[in-house]
C-alpha cells in the first residue's frame, strides 16, 4: 500500500509538470473563444479531456504495441537523404507538435501586424472562434499531450502485479492531476489578461514546446536526415530554456522602465 501511493504521488507530480505546456495552451486557446463563454470553453475542455485521458489510458494500456511498432507502409529510405520508420505514437506526436508551431508563429505574427491590440479582439473577426471550436481544440491538444505523461505512467507503474490497481492508479493520478489544471486555468487567463506583455513570452515558449514535439516525434519515427538521427530535446533542455526566457523578459522590462524614466 505505501508504496503504491508512493507511485501514486510520483504520479500526480509527473502529469503536472508535464502539464504546464498544456495548461498554457489552454489559455491562449480559449482567447479565442467569445469573452462571456471563455471560463466556460477552459472548464467544458478540461473536463471531457479529464474523461478522453481515462478512455485513452484504457485503449493504450490495451493496445500499446500497436502505437510502438512501425508501419511497414510507413517505412523506408530515400537513397542517403532520409530515413524513417513511423509508428502510430510519432505520428501523433508530430501532428500536435506540428499543429502547435502553426498556432504560435500565426498568434505571434497577428501580434506583429496589428495596429491597434487594444481594438483588434473587438475588430480582428476572422481568429475569433466559437465556443464549441475553442472547446474541440483544447479537447484534441490535451489528448496529444496526454500520449507522453500516460505512456510515462504506465512505465511508472509496470512493476505493480495487479493491473487493475495500476490502472486505478494511474486514472486517480489523470483526474487529480485534471482537477488542479482545472483550478490554475482561470489564473493563468486572468495573469495574461492583466499583463498582456507576457503574452509574447507564452507564444514563444508554446513554440518551443511545438519544437520539442517534433523532435521527440523524429525520434520515435527514427528520421535520419543525410545520415543524422533526429534527437528529441530532453526536459530538463526545455525547462532550461523556459527559465532563461523568463529571466531575459524580466530584465528585459526592467530595462525599458529605466530608459522610459531616464527619458523623462
Known amino acids: 500500500m505505501l508504496e503504491n501511493l508512493f507511485t501514486l504521488l510520483m504520479l500526480v507530480m509527473l502529469q503536472a509538470v508535464l502539464g504546464f505546456d498544456n495548461l498554457l495552451y489552454i489559455s491562449l486557446e480559449s482567447k479565442k473563444a467569445p469573452i462571456i463563454e471563455q471560463k466556460r470553453v477552459r472548464k467544458l475542455g478540461i473536463l471531457i479531456a479529464i474523461i478522453l485521458r481515462i478512455i485513452l489510458l484504457f485503449l493504450l494500456v490495451s493496445i500499446i504495441d500497436y502505437f510502438k511498432e512501425p508501419f511497414s507502409f510507413l517505412t523506408g529510405k530515400i537513397e542517403d537523404v532520409v530515413s524513417f520508420a513511423f509508428n502510430g505514437h510519432s505520428i501523433i506526436v508530430l501532428l500536435g507538435g506540428g499543429f502547435i508551431i502553426?498556432?504560435?508563429?500565426?498568434?505571434?505574427?497577428?501580434?506583429?501586424?496589428?495596429?491597434?491590440?487594444?481594438?483588434?479582439?473587438?475588430?480582428?473577426?476572422?481568429?475569433?472562434?466559437?465556443?464549441?471550436?475553442?472547446?474541440?481544440?483544447?479537447?484534441?491538444?490535451?489528448?496529444?499531450?496526454?500520449?507522453?505523461?500516460?505512456?510515462?505512467?504506465?512505465?511508472?507503474?509496470?512493476?505493480?502485479?495487479?493491473?487493475?490497481?495500476?490502472?486505478?492508479?494511474?486514472?486517480?493520478?489523470?483526474?487529480?492531476?485534471?482537477?488542479?489544471?482545472?483550478?490554475?486555468?482561470?489564473?493563468?487567463?486572468?495573469?495574461?489578461?492583466?499583463?498582456?506583455?507576457?503574452?509574447?513570452?507564452?507564444?514563444?515558449?508554446?513554440?518551443?514546446?511545438?519544437?520539442?514535439?517534433?523532435?521527440?516525434?523524429?525520434?520515435?519515427?527514427?528520421?535520419?536526415?543525410?545520415?543524422?538521427?533526429?534527437?528529441?530535446?530532453?526536459?530538463?533542455?526545455?525547462?532550461?530554456?523556459?527559465?532563461?526566457?523568463?529571466i531575459t523578459d524580466i530584465v528585459q522590462g526592467r530595462y525599458q522602465k529605466k530608459l522610459m524614466s531616464s527619458k523623462k
Open 102 to 246: 502553426y498556432t504560435a508563429i500565426k498568434e505571434i505574427w497577428h501580434m506583429i501586424s496589428t495596429k491597434d491590440l487594444d481594438n483588434s479582439e473587438m475588430v480582428d473577426t476572422k481568429s475569433k472562434k466559437t465556443a464549441n471550436a475553442a472547446i474541440f481544440s483544447i479537447v484534441i491538444m490535451n489528448l496529444v499531450f496526454s500520449f507522453d505523461s500516460i505512456l510515462a505512467a504506465i512505465g511508472l507503474t509496470s512493476s505493480i502485479e495487479n493491473s487493475t490497481t495500476a490502472f486505478i492508479i494511474m486514472a486517480i493520478a489523470i483526474v487529480v492531476s485534471g482537477l488542479l489544471m482545472l483550478f490554475l486555468a482561470d489564473k493563468v487567463s486572468e495573469f495574461l489578461a492583466k499583463n498582456r506583455m507576457y503574452e509574447v513570452l507564452g507564444l514563444f515558449i508554446l513554440f518551443i514546446v511545438g519544437i520539442m514535439l517534433v523532435t521527440e516525434g523524429g525520434h520515435l519515427a527514427h528520421i535520419k536526415l543525410f545520415g543524422n538521427e533526429i534527437v528529441p530535446m530532453s526536459k530538463t533542455t526545455f525547462y532550461f530554456v523556459i527559465a532563461i526566457l523568463i
